[in-house]
């Protein structure tokens, strides 16, 4: 079936001026042809329009790129994905001895470390990652070694891209183009913001208010900190590139093999389970997530930066891939709409809804109650009048930068036992879900022990 291209180029228009997002660029790959376009501007201070060869940040896409990468580590038989990381990094310590001897690239992979992102500042230099890995030494766990899944934004793929600076003797920015870019023939991708042509960079934009609209973000880009999982940058074309990898067992569009066929289906297939299954999906793999369409698997890869996001979400079943890349937001129901509408403009099941929440459960509320906490993130789910509720407690400099007070509550309305609802708090958010899980005996009985929401987690500190 073929795209109405001016159809979509309308509906699109519609949602970006609803949800006050500058531009979207979108690309739809279906078996082995490109469709590509455009709508809106680069940045709404001069209204250039943007194209399909704008380059926009992709943010933790960038954590696929690293996965395909270090796979062919894997494929070359110099790494293992099960031995421990001080094979190749023999100084590698964590506060956990036990954690640091034992901790594999693929717990990095699939967000299973539970190291802590304690990493100090490691600078804007070459050696950033040498310095991110000598900075963990005693960084302690946020949870045990293998016991949950709980996102590491920076780290976990920071250790991987030392690994990978250490095997191939190149820093990773280097590997990576050595590794991917050329071999694939994109000119446009790369992971230092200085390779980018001004002219062609989209300017990311926030919404701080309903009356402001979008305005130019006041963080241009990512630390470097972030490269391995966060700081590459593309267009749509050269996205697209990369899940035409993902969806031949490892061919480029221009013919290169990139990985095995059994290097992607070890990135497709090794899973671990995410606590909370609705908001992205059900389990992660390597530097991939699992979702559970209409009973269809679908893989996704997100990114997002202040003021820039990605979306790619890889159906194998009707050899499809969609990317939106966009720069403002985030909204994850504008991107379930754009998503839907090429879905069915394309004969195929729209994006699932998330799920109703259940009013017949009858929930012990002493059961969740309490303070979930890590650096930058506390949580408190409380009842007041009867209504189960959590807090979100920001700290005074987050809160000023997004114009929110410092505490905000929010309903759960509970889904099963374990996951909730938690509708936004304002027009310009969300509905979120939220796990509460990992029952465990303590002094006032079993509480849970794990709060997890937005793929990251919290343990329970009270």
Known sequence: MTLDLPQLRARVADL?????????????????????????????????????????????????????????????????????????????????PEVAARVTPRQLLNHTNGIEEAYGDPGEDDDVYERMVDGVADAPQ??????????????????????????????????????????????STSSRRE???????????????????????PVDYLPRAFGPGGNITSTVVEVLAMAHVLLTGGVAPNGTRILSAAGVREMTTSRVPVPDPYMFGPEWALGLIVCDWHGQTVYATDGS?????????????ANTAIVVLTNGGPRETLYRKVFTEILTNLGLDGVPDL????????????RYEGVYERPGARFEV???????????VLDPMHAEFLGKPDRIRYDLLPISETHFLMPPSDPLE???????????????????RYLHTNCRVHPRVD
């Open 16 to 96: 970006l001026a609803q949800y006050a997002v500058p531009s979207a660029a979108i690309g739809v790959l279906r078996d082995g042809e490109m469709t590509q376009f455009a709508v809106g501007v680069k940045d709404v201070t001069n209204g250039e329009p943007a194209t399909i060869d704008t380059v926009y940040q992709c943010g933790s896409m960038t954590k696929t790129w690293t996965a395909l990468a270090f796979l062919q580590l894997v494929d070359e038989g110099r790494v293992d994905l099960d031995e421990p990381v001080r094979i190749h990094l023999p100084g590698f310590a964590v506060a956990d």
């Open 142 to 187: 946020v949870f045990p070694l293998g016991r949950t899944h709980g996102y590491s934004a920076a780290l976990g793929y920071a250790i991987l891209a030392r690994i990978l600076e250490v095997c191939d003797g190149k820093r990773w920015d280097d590997v990576m183009r050595h590794r991917l870019f050329d071999p694939m023939g994109l000119t």
């Open 195 to 217: 390779q980018v042509d001004p002219a062609r960079a989209a300017t990311g934009h926030l919404v701080l208010s309903e009356d402001s609209g979008a305005v130019v973000t």
């Open 305 to 317: 930066t202040i003021g820039q996001n990605a979306r790619l979400r890889l159906l194998p079943d």
């Open 355 to 366: 799920p109703e929440p259940n009013p017949a459960l009858d929930l012990d509320l002493s």
């Open 382 to 392: 409380s009842a007041e009048h009867g209504r189960r509720g959590l807090t979100m």
């Open 430 to 448: 969300d509905t979120q879900t939220v796990a509460l899980y990992d029952f465990t005996d303590g002094p006032t009985g079993r509480s849970a």
